[in-house]
């Protein structure tokens, strides 16, 4: 009866393997990369755009646990996400001052308002059909907007909330020279929200390989079968909207931080972040998490140069109208984009990528 | 048989509550105003009815939650405001034969174009998801963001100002009481559409085989009937029903805008969950019920009137999670 199992012998191939993989080192270089970035591209656009893509990266991610892995599509989570920015901007802002214990109270309120809120709507819906929860959260989100706009006395309204961040974290501040490049509170809060977002990463890695994950993946595919095999799915369901809902929020605490400015339109908003959200999310791959960061990476990417592709065009082709009210609307063909990658690869780049591979092996 | 009988009363319960919680904002409204406000939010109830009754229908039998319903909405509206535009004449005409007919006619363009690309959306987009509610909910809304785009590429992105027909504009004066003419023929608008709905499907065969659809899919298609004809014609009829609300909306809110859908599908989701998705008489009465207290909180206490109706539903969710009626009543 002695020796391993088979499983056990191929999870011993798998560690010894894992760090010796191509995927891992592609993972190490892509952390190098954002990493370096404030030495190798200085100018602040570019930063502001790794910014984006490894916030949103993690956002997209954060609603995958939702999405992917628990089979639950939600409208709320730009809400969750400018929930937890407006939690910072009050604290540090409106109605506090900067401060390093207001900074970390930010965090902590964020975590315990998103988490009551996920619990009471997952409550309130989850007992009735998985896309109650979609219809509700929409719903609640556009109402969140609109309490926001209205009572512009507590919230600052359309106009939004400016703050600045505490100590070390502010524009002002400057710890010096180094490598040629002066080392101000921009770029210390580049590296305290790239490293929040690796914790929250791993965390949310951890969180979809326990066996609590492993169950979520067996309720997405299977509900009945899931509950017949004596798992309470109401229960674990509730779970991972929550957890991905907190993370949602400390995310927005982390965006807010960064923009030290929060409006409806930026923060909360249903047609402007949650659209995002989504194309990143099927482009990337649906259940993979990592396929985030592509996503987020190719819209950010293709946002931030599409001006400069449209000025290329008229350059290009001066004549042609057609082109040009095309390239107007590029929306319109993100949202083409988007039918065809859910209609043809709904796995998305990593997940196809992934399939391949496990094909290949096979053979 | 007593629990049926229960279960009757429970019913009338409802109802009788449900009129005397109506009748309570009469404590602090004056009555004449109180009039005004009804009629208004009949109407503006009716209006919902007509976009929820399509994603109730469609729910129903094909167990499609259409998202894309918001943006065929405002297609609806966009093309009654082109016939406007072209038939300007008739629109500003003193007669209410030439305002009848303009009317009628931007109605039946907008359903009939706005039920085509129903569909096309259903042939070309929703067929392939059939069965996957996640893949059905993410496809419409890529649905929703090219029909929208779209509307911004043949009319423009900025909001435009519609007519009122000439004698459709204007109010009675009844007794002191002030009643806008247009909200009248919306309501009547909204009965007749109830009325139409009704006797289609429990008179004719098309709608005992809708009805029997609703019930058991698998059986109806058992029995010979060939299901997927009847899901687009369903769909596409869907599709007219929010294209006449879009119409008669952008008509009562004298403006079109591009994104004028995705507000009034909010509406229609609230309005089907509280009616009960599948149900039109619960459509009915998810509508009047979001389209009164909507009017009567917007006039005592504005800021609380988007978040009331949500109230509303988070109570029958906790009461009644499938919604008043029943799927198919």
């Not at chain 1, 007992?127 to 926001?148: H, N, P, Q």
């Not at chain 1, 512009?152 to 703050?163: A, K, P, Q």
């Not at chain 1, 492993?214 to 674990?236: H, M, S």
């Not at chain 2, 082109?82 to 009628?104: H, P």
Request: aromatic share 12%; hydrophobic share 55%.
């Amino acid at each position: 009866m002695s020796g391993p199992t088979p499983v056990q012998i191929f999870h011993m191939e798998e560690k010894r393997k894992q760090y010796r993989s191509g995927s891992f080192f592609l993972k190490i270089s892509l952390l190098a990369l954002f990493l370096l970035v404030p030495f190798l591209f200085p100018s602040f656009k570019t930063v502001d755009l790794a910014m984006q893509i490894i916030i949103f990266g993690a956002l997209v991610a954060s609603f995958d646990i939702l999405l992917g892995y628990t089979g639950i599509l939600s409208f709320g989570h730009g809400m969750f996400f400018g929930l937890g920015a407006y939690c910072m901007a009050f604290l540090i802002g409106k109605y506090g001052m900067p401060s390093y214990s207001n900074l970390i109270l930010g965090f902590v309120v964020a975590a315990t308002a998103s988490a009551v809120l996920a619990l009471l709507i997952s409550l309130l819906t989850l007992r009735v059909k998985a896309i109650f929860f979609s219809m509700i959260t929409l719903a609640i989100a556009e109402l969140a907007i609109v309490l926001t706009t209205k009572l512009s006395g507590l919230t600052g309204g359309e106009d939004g909330i400016s703050f600045s961040t505490p100590g070390i974290f502010s524009v002002s501040y400057s710890m010096g020279e180094f490598m040629g490049i002066e080392i101000t509170g921009k770029i210390i809060t580049y590296y305290f929200i790239l490293l929040s977002c690796l914790a929250l990463f791993v965390a949310m890695l951890r969180f979809t390989h326990s066996p609590l994950g492993r169950i979520l993946q067996a309720i997405r595919d299977n509900a009945q079968r899931a509950e017949a095999l004596g798992n309470k799915t109401f229960v674990y369901q509730s779970i991972s909207i929550t957890f991905g809902c907190v993370v949602a929020a400390l995310i927005g605490a982390l965006y807010a931080m960064w923009m030290e400015y929060v409006n409806p339109e930026s923060s909360l908003g249903v047609m402007t972040i949650m659209l995002d959200v989504l194309l990143m999310v099927i482009i990337g791959g649906m259940g993979t998490l990592y396929g985030g960061i592509i996503g987020a990476a190719f819209l950010k990417i293709t946002q931030t140069f599409l001006p400069d592709l449209q000025s290329l065009a008229k350059h290009l082709f001066p004549q042609s109208e057609l082109l040009h009210n095309i390239l107007e609307r590029w929306l319109l063909l993100f949202g083409i984009l988007f039918i065809l990658v859910v209609i043809f690869f709904p796995k998305g780049v990593i997940g196809s990528l992934q399939e391949y591979r496990i094909r290949k092996k096979k053979i | 048989m007593a629990e049926s009988i229960f279960r009757r009363w429970n019913q009338e319960l409802t109802m009788a509550g449900a009129g005397v919680l109506f009748l309570l904002p009469l404590l602090a409204i004056q009555p004449k105003t109180y009039l005004t406000l009804t009629i208004a939010g009949l109407a503006m109830g009716m209006l919902l009815f007509l976009v929820a009754s399509g994603v109730s229908i469609i729910f129903g039998l094909m167990d499609v939650l259409n998202f894309a319903h918001g943006a065929l909405f405002a297609w609806g509206a966009y093309v009654g405001f082109s016939v406007f535009q072209l038939l300007m004449k008739w629109v500003e005409a003193d007669s209410v034969l030439q305002n009848l007919a303009v009317f009628c006619i931007a109605m039946v363009a907008a359903m009939v174009a706005v039920g085509l690309l129903g569909i096309i959306l259903e042939r070309v987009v929703v067929r392939r998801v059939y069965g996957n509610h996640l893949f059905q909910i993410l496809i419409t809304f890529g649905a929703t963001i090219v029909l929208v785009e779209l509307i911004r590429v043949f009319w423009g992105p900025n909001d435009e100002v519609t007519t009122v027909p000439l004698t459709f504009s204007g109010n009675w004066d009844i007794m002191d009481v002030v009643i806008s003419r247009y909200r009248v023929i919306c309501i009547l608008l909204g009965a007749i559409v109830y009325a139409v709905i009704q006797l289609i499907l429990k008179k004719t065969k098309i709608g005992t085989i809708v009805r029997a659809g609703v019930e058991d899919r698998d059986m109806v298609q058992a029995m010979g009937h060939n299901i997927y004809l009847l899901f687009t014609g369903v769909f596409a009829v869907g599709a007219g029903l929010a294209a006449l609300g879009g119409l008669a909306m952008s008509i009562f809110s004298l403006q079109v805008y591009p994104d004028m859908g995705g507000t009034y599908l909010l509406f229609a989701f609230i309005v089907v969950i509280i009616g009960g998705l599948g149900s039109v008489t619960g459509s009915l009465v998810g509508a009047l019920i979001v389209g009164l207290s909507y009017n009567y909180v917007a006039y005592l206490v504005p800021w609380a009137a988007a978040g009331v109706n949500v109230l509303i539903m988070i109570i029958i969710l906790l009461i009644r999670p499938t919604g008043l009626f029943q799927a198919g009543k």
